[in-house]
């Protein structure tokens, strides 16, 4: 397995634990993950840097959904 595909499942399910309970939490993350992951293949050296590509996309959007959680989450106790 390639380590750059290894780091950034690891990092991903890090950050899927703050998945909102209403969407199912993170067993459902981890599930849905895994089958994405396994589902990927990468034939060549273009698919390899693609699929790296969209997950480093997930990352950065799961990021900004964590954070607009927070935002809302201060806003709606300090106003």
Partial sequence: ???????LY????????DYPVQ???YGKFRQ???KSFQSTRAENEQDMAAALEKGEYVTKELEALYFLSRYRD??????
């Fill in 74 to 79: 201060l806003k709606r106790k300090y106003t």
């Fill in 10 to 17: 690891r990092n991903l399910l890090y950050m899927g634990r």
């Fill in 23 to 25: 969407s199912g939490g």
């Fill in 1 to 7: 397995m390639d380590p750059r595909v290894r780091n």
């Fill in 32 to 34: 849905v993950l895994k």
